[in-house]
T-cell receptor, first 111, second 117 residues
């Protein structure tokens, strides 16, 4: 079955730097990959979608890449701000009627 | 104006009790979900309904029974609660059924933290 691996360690960066989060998957290549943000005590919020035929997607300060050869997606936040501190979840399709989620990476941006 | 709402926010109960969590979405979506997020933060799908019909039923104990009275509501009833049921339960909705060619984004509720003593 498909498995997703995200850095379980928290990522600490300084304000203004670029944060890079990694999502690796095993087995078959998904048709799409999504990134969500989750704040403590709240539900995940959708951020970006990237499809298998897309190499890169951007939205404001966010950028997602999708490398089907490496079986990896990278999520970048440029000019990071303390308000970007949250847990970021990677989610991908399973070839059926559901997506599966990674455990997420906690990001801390220090002022 | 809340898109996906759940009640209650917190639920503390004794082992063996029966409890329900309610979920409503006002987005006009056709598909709704229940997820369980455990202490390790993995978000695992439990059930999915499309237009009141069950389309996903993961390996969940039959003590858990979802009910969808209409496409805007998906409630979760849990019988004979066990310690291992303690988790945060999230309701979510999407415009339509998720598929590889139709990756609908999901809208999540605020979660219900269930603690079984």
């Amino acid at each position: 079955s498909q498995k997703i691996e995200q850095n379980s360690e928290a990522l600490n960066i300084q304000e203004g730097k670029t944060a890079t989060l990694t999502c690796n998957y095993t087995n078959y290549s998904p048709a799409y990959l999504q990134w969500y943000r989750q704040d403590p005590g709240r539900g995940p919020v959708f951020l970006l979608l990237i499809r298998e035929n897309e190499k890169e997607k951007r939205k404001e300060r966010l950028k997602v890449t999708f490398d089907t050869t490496l079986k990896q997606s990278l999520f970048h936040i440029t000019a990071s701000q303390p308000a970007d501190s949250a847990t970021y979840l990677c989610a991908l399709d399973t070839g059926g009627f559901k997506t599966i989620f990674g455990a997420g990476t906690r990001l801390f941006v220090k002022a | 104006d809340t898109a996906v709402s759940q009640t209650p926010k917190y639920l503390v109960t004794q082992m063996g009790n029966d409890k329900s969590i309610k979920c409503e979405q006002n987005l006009g979506h056709d598909t709704m979900y229940w997820y369980k997020q455990d202490s390790k933060k993995f978000l695992k799908i439990m059930f999915s309904y499309n237009n009141k019909e069950l389309i996903i039923n993961e390996t969940v104990p039959n003590r858990f029974s979802p009910k969808s009275p209409d496409k805007a509501h998906l409630n979760l009833h849990i019988n004979s609660l066990e310690l291992g049921d303690s988790a945060v339960y999230f309701c979510a909705s999407s415009q339509d059924t998720i598929s590889p060619w139709n990756p609908n984004e999901q809208f999540f509720g605020p979660g219900t933290r269930l603690t079984v003593l």
